[in-house]
């Protein structure tokens, strides 16, 4: 069930992405309607220009439990140095790993023994005025402890994704 699924995201979803792995646990996407001047770097920028006190507190949840598996904190997108990122002197943004830049596409990643992460933010033409942004999420658990961590995440996701959306507004 889980596989056809994610077989059917995949057919819906515009070329030239980047996914986690071969193997994906966990595959969602979310699309909004953004302006024409807008990179997929400025529209990461802007979704993350502010988070709601709701997921700064659910930020600070996940990195008190995650720390007692030995995961590393991620506090959240309240690092406001991001919003100035410089690729010559940085390839992070908050706590992903930037793999790939382009004018249309950013993909970020977090790997760690339980589990690897993968954002890809893709923007295809959509009307004369504006283009389309597509956020697509893909997770690779490695143990049990991966798979524990993705069963709220996996619930949650999309609904935060929808809520760094309204920053475009």
Not at 81 to 99: C, D, G, K, P, R
Request: hydrophobic letters at 40%.
């Amino acid at each position: 069930m889980k596989q056809k699924h994610i077989q059917q995201i995949l057919a819906v979803l515009p070329n030239n992405i980047t996914l986690v792995d071969e193997k994906i646990d966990y595959l969602d996407y979310q699309t909004i309607a953004i302006e024409k001047n807008i990179t997929a770097l400025d529209a990461y920028k802007i979704m993350t220009s502010h988070q709601p006190k709701w997921l700064e507190l659910l930020f600070k949840i996940r990195d008190f439990l995650v720390r007692l598996v030995g995961i590393k904190p991620v506090h959240g997108f309240n690092n406001p140095e991001q919003q100035h990122h410089n690729l010559e002197t940085s390839n992070t943004l908050h706590f992903f790993t930037i793999i790939e830049q382009t004018e249309d596409k950013l993909t970020l990643q977090v790997k760690d023994s339980h589990l690897d992460v993968c954002l890809c933010l893709r923007i295809v033409n959509n009307t004369e005025k504006t283009n389309m942004l597509y956020l697509i999420a893909s997770v690779n658990n490695h143990n049990f402890w991966g798979k524990l961590y993705m069963m709220p995440v996996s619930v949650l996701h999309p609904f935060v994704v929808r809520q760094l959306f309204h920053n475009f507004k």
